[in-house]
C-alpha cells in the first residue's frame, strides 16, 4: 500500500526543470522589452533607452524616498529572517511561495544584468541605490528559498553545484548591498546645497510665461519625417520674461536653445530655459525633426571627421530650423508680434542683436545652423554668447557654414562635456573649439565636468547631465551656474550695465569662480571643472582627436 501511495506522488521527470524555467521566465520577461525594439529594427541606443529611462526614474524615486526604503529593507530582511527560523524548525517555504520568489530573483538577475550594460555604456557609477534595491531583494529571495549559505551536500553533483551556487549568490547579492548602506543610514557625506545666492541658486529675478507656437514644415522635410515623428506638431516654445511698466527697459535679448537628437520634449530642457528667461531674456526653444529618411545621393560616402560630418539629414533639419526662426521672427521681432509679447513684454522691444545660442547633444552641434542662420540675418551683431554641452557632429555641407567674420568682438563660447559621457566622443567638444580659433583664446574655452563618487549621491558627468531628469548638484554648480551667469552677460551687454556685465565676466572667463564646484558635506571639496583654452593642441589626452573618425 505504502508502495503505490509513493507511487501516485511521485513527481514527473519534467518537474526537475521547472525551477530553471522559473528563473529563466523571470530573466526572459526583463529584458522583453529590449529584445524586441532590437528585432523591430531600433538600434542597440533605442532599444535600451525606455529601460534606461525607468531606470533614472526609479532610481531619482529612492534618492527622494532614501527613509522609505530603508524601512521596507528591513520588512524584507526581518521576513527572510522569520523565514529562515522557520526552515531550521523543519519547516520550508511553501511551494507557490518558492516558485514566485524563483520568478523575482530571475527579473532582478536580468534587470541587474542591464543595469551593469547601462552602467558601462552610459551610467558610470552614477546609481547607487538601484543596485542596492536589486541586490536587498535578491538577498531576501535567496534566504527564502535555500536558506542561510552553508557548505554543499556531496549526495550528488546537482546538489554540490546547487550549494556553491546559492553561496556565490549570497555574496554577490551582499556585495551589491553593501557600497549603499551608508546612503541608507546617513552617513556618507552629502553634496554641496544649492547656491542660495548669486549664479545657480534659484532662477530670477523675472517670473516668466511661455506659449506655443506651431511653424510651417517645409514640405521637402515633411515628406521624410519617420512614423516616430509624425505626431508632432513641430513649434517654437517662446519663453519670456513677465516685465512691469516701472521697469526702466528700453529692450531685451534673444535666445535660440536647441534640443538633443530624438528629443524635442520642451519639458526636459525647461531649467535652462528658466534660467535664461528669468533673467531677462526671450527665450525661443527650437524643435526640430530628428527621425527623418532623407534620399542619400548615390556614391555618397559617408565622412565624419574633425567633428563634421556630410549627413543629408543635416540639411533637411536646417530648412526646419530657418523655417522656425523665420516663425520667431514674425511673432517676436516684429512690429505686429503676437499678442502674448505685448501682454509679457509692453513696450519693450526683443533686440536679437544682443543673442545667446545653445544647445545639448545633436542640438550643442545644430548652434552652428542657429549661428549661420542668426549671421544672415543681422542678429549677435553686437553681442553673441554660445553654449554647446555634449555636442556631437555638425555639418561639414559649405552652404551651413557660419560667417564668423560677422562675429562681434564681444563673443565668447562654452563647450561643456561630462567626462563620463559615453554617448558623444570628446573630439567633437574638441574640435568645435577649434572653429573658433580666430577669437581670443580666454573666450573660447573647453569645460570638462568631472565625475565624483565621493558621497551620496554619486556626482557622474553623463551625456544626459544637462536635461531635467538628470539636473543634480553637479549640473547646479557645472551647468546652470554658467548658464546664469551667461544669461547676465548678455543681459547686461543689452542694458549698457557694465558693472554686472564685469561681475558676469569674471565667472565665465577660465579662473576660480569658474572652476570651483563647492564642498562635500564634510568639507572635502568637489572635484574643479577643468578648463582647456585650447584642448587640442594643448593636452596630450586629447592627442588621438587629430585622427579620430565618426560612425555614421
Given at each position: 500500500m505504502e508502495e503505490a501511495v509513493d507511487t501516485l506522488v511521485e513527481r514527473p521527470s519534467w518537474h526537475r526543470f521547472l525551477n530553471p524555467i522559473l528563473f529563466g521566465s523571470g530573466l526572459m520577461a526583463s529584458v522583453i522589452q529590449p529584445i524586441f525594439l532590437l528585432a523591430s529594427g531600433k538600434d542597440v541606443n533605442d532599444a535600451i533607452w525606455p529601460h534606461a529611462y525607468r531606470a533614472l526614474q526609479a532610481t531619482m524615486f529612492l534618492r527622494d524616498q532614501l527613509t522609505l526604503m530603508f524601512f521596507i529593507s528591513l520588512i524584507l530582511f526581518f521576513s527572510s529572517a522569520a523565514s529562515i527560523k522557520n526552515q531550521m524548525s523543519g519547516k520550508p517555504p511553501h511551494q507557490i511561495t518558492r516558485r514566485i520568489l524563483l520568478f523575482i530573483s530571475g527579473l532582478t538577475t536580468g534587470f541587474l544584468i542591464l543595469y551593469f550594460l547601462l552602467d558601462v555604456f552610459y551610467l558610470r557609477g552614477a546609481f547607487l541605490l538601484l543596485p542596492t534595491a536589486y541586490g536587498i531583494i535578491l538577498l531576501c529571495c535567496l534566504f527564502v528559498i535555500g536558506g542561510l549559505p552553508r557548505l554543499p551536500e556531496r549526495t550528488s553533483k546537482t546538489k554540490v553545484f546547487a550549494g556553491i551556487g546559492h553561496i556565490l549568490a549570497i555574496f554577490f547579492a551582499a556585495w551589491l548591498v553593501m557600497p549603499g548602506i551608508p546612503a541608507m543610514i546617513g552617513i556618507a557625506p552629502s553634496p554641496p546645497d544649492v547656491p542660495i545666492v548669486g549664479y545657480g541658486s534659484s532662477p530670477g529675478p523675472f517670473e516668466t510665461t511661455m506659449t506655443v507656437h506651431p511653424y510651417e514644415m517645409p514640405q521637402m522635410v515633411g515628406e521624410i519625417i519617420m512614423d516616430d515623428e509624425q505626431d508632432i506638431d513641430f513649434s517654437v516654445y517662446l519663453t519670456l520674461p513677465e516685465l512691469t511698466p516701472e521697469l526702466p527697459l528700453d529692450s531685451i535679448p534673444l535666445a535660440l536653445l536647441s534640443h538633443g537628437w530624438g528629443y524635442p520634449v520642451y519639458e526636459e530642457y525647461t531649467d535652462w530655459i528658466s534660467y535664461l528667461a528669468a533673467r531677462g531674456i526671450?527665450?525661443?526653444?527650437?524643435?526640430?525633426?530628428?527621425?527623418?529618411?532623407?534620399?542619400?545621393?548615390?556614391?555618397?560616402?559617408?565622412?565624419?571627421?574633425?567633428?563634421?560630418?556630410?549627413?543629408?539629414?543635416?540639411?533637411?533639419?536646417?530648412?526646419?530650423?530657418?523655417?522656425?526662426?523665420?516663425?520667431?521672427?514674425?511673432?517676436?521681432?516684429?512690429?505686429?508680434?503676437?499678442?502674448?509679447?505685448?501682454?509679457?513684454?509692453?513696450?519693450?522691444?526683443?533686440?536679437?542683436?544682443?543673442?545667446?545660442?545653445?544647445?545639448?547633444?545633436?542640438?550643442?552641434a545644430y548652434t552652428f545652423v542657429q549661428l549661420y542662420e542668426s549671421m544672415?540675418?543681422?542678429?549677435?551683431?553686437?553681442?553673441?554668447?554660445?553654449?554647446?554641452?555634449?555636442?556631437?557632429?555638425?555639418?561639414?555641407?559649405?552652404?551651413?557654414?557660419?560667417?564668423?567674420?560677422?562675429?562681434?568682438?564681444?563673443?565668447?563660447?562654452?563647450?561643456?562635456?561630462?567626462?563620463?559621457?559615453?554617448?558623444?566622443?570628446?573630439?567633437?567638444?574638441?574640435?568645435?573649439?577649434?572653429?573658433?580659433?580666430?577669437?581670443?583664446?580666454?573666450?573660447?574655452?573647453?569645460?570638462?565636468?568631472?565625475?565624483?563618487?565621493?558621497?551620496?549621491?554619486?556626482?557622474?558627468?553623463?551625456?544626459?547631465?544637462?536635461?531635467?531628469?538628470?539636473?543634480?548638484?553637479?549640473?547646479?554648480?557645472?551647468?546652470?551656474?554658467?548658464?546664469?551667469?551667461?544669461?547676465?552677460?548678455?543681459?547686461?551687454?543689452?542694458?549698457?550695465?557694465?558693472?554686472?556685465?564685469?561681475?558676469?565676466?569674471?565667472?565665465?572667463?577660465?579662473?576660480?569662480l569658474l572652476r570651483s564646484m563647492g564642498e562635500w558635506s564634510d568639507g572635502t571639496p568637489v572635484l574643479p571643472l577643468l578648463v582647456y583654452e585650447d584642448a587640442l593642441n594643448t593636452e596630450p589626452k586629447f592627442a588621438y582627436c587629430e585622427t579620430f573618425e565618426g560612425v555614421l
Open positions: 526671450a527665450v525661443a526653444f527650437v524643435q526640430y525633426p530628428s527621425h527623418i529618411d532623407p534620399p542619400i545621393p548615390e556614391g555618397l560616402k559617408g565622412i565624419d571627421v574633425e567633428g563634421a560630418s556630410n549627413y543629408p539629414h543635416h540639411e533637411y533639419r536646417a530648412m526646419a530650423i530657418a523655417a522656425a526662426l523665420d516663425t520667431v521672427q514674425n511673432l517676436a521681432l516684429n512690429e505686429s508680434r503676437h499678442p502674448s509679447v505685448d501682454a509679457a513684454l509692453g513696450n519693450v522691444t526683443i533686440n536679437p542683436s544682443h543673442l545667446w545660442i545653445g544647445g545639448h547633444s545633436l542640438g550643442g544672415e540675418r543681422g542678429w549677435g551683431n553686437e553681442t553673441l554668447f554660445v553654449n554647446i554641452e555634449s555636442g556631437w557632429t555638425r555639418p561639414n555641407q559649405a552652404q551651413l557654414q557660419p560667417n564668423l567674420s560677422r562675429m562681434p568682438d564681444d563673443t565668447m563660447v562654452h563647450i561643456a562635456r561630462g567626462v563620463d559621457d559615453m554617448t558623444v566622443d570628446a573630439c567633437y567638444s574638441v574640435h568645435h573649439q577649434q572653429v573658433y580659433s580666430g577669437l581670443p583664446d580666454e573666450h573660447v574655452l573647453y569645460i570638462e565636468l568631472q565625475s565624483d563618487l565621493y558621497g551620496f549621491p554619486r556626482l557622474v558627468g553623463s551625456h544626459y547631465l544637462p536635461t531635467d531628469s538628470v539636473h543634480d548638484r553637479l549640473a547646479d554648480y557645472g551647468v546652470y551656474r554658467r548658464i546664469a551667469a551667461q544669461a547676465d552677460w548678455v543681459f547686461a551687454r543689452t542694458q549698457g550695465d557694465t558693472n554686472t556685465e564685469s561681475f558676469a565676466y569674471d565667472h565665465l572667463t577660465d579662473g576660480d
